[in-house]
């Protein structure tokens, strides 16, 4: 059974950093393409970055210059580091797997074994 579980999350000022952590149990972690995603309240859950097996990268206009995404197989853990943070960055934060080939397209029907998520709030 896949799980997933992500920590990190918190209540930081505008222009601050954030460390998100993901780890995964259940499967493969190496094999498998990982990603985060974001949704704010009464918004649609939108992606943010990710990251293949091979450390191949891609990110959200959003997240660009801002965010990077990084991964350790050896720990089965994936990482965000989150810089410059904005108002508009605050929401709920989940990493998911995928196998898919169109992982680039950062939507979720590509990605499967969602975390339960760890809020981020960024004050101005």
């Known amino acids: 059974q896949v799980q997933v579980a992500e920590s990190g999350g918190g209540l930081v000022q505008a222009g601050g950093s954030l460390r998100l952590s993901c780890t995964a149990s259940?499967?493969?972690?190496?094999?498998?393409?990982m990603a985060w995603f974001r949704q704010a309240p009464g918004k649609e859950r939108e992606g943010v970055a990710a990251?293949?097996?091979?450390?191949?990268?891609v990110y959200a206009d959003a997240a660009k210059g801002r965010f990077t995404i990084s991964r350790d197989n050896a720990k089965n853990t994936l990482y965000l580091q989150m810089n410059s943070l904005k108002p508009e960055d605050t929401a709920m934060y989940y990493c998911?797997?995928?196998?898919?080939?169109?992982?680039?397209?950062?939507?979720?029907?590509?990605?499967?074994?969602w975390g339960q998520g760890t809020q981020v709030t960024v004050s101005s």
């Open positions: 998911a797997a995928s196998l898919s080939s169109m992982w680039r397209l950062l939507r979720t029907w590509a990605y499967g074994d």
């Open positions: 259940g499967l493969t972690f190496g094999d498998y393409t």
């Open positions: 990251i293949d097996s091979d450390g191949s990268t």
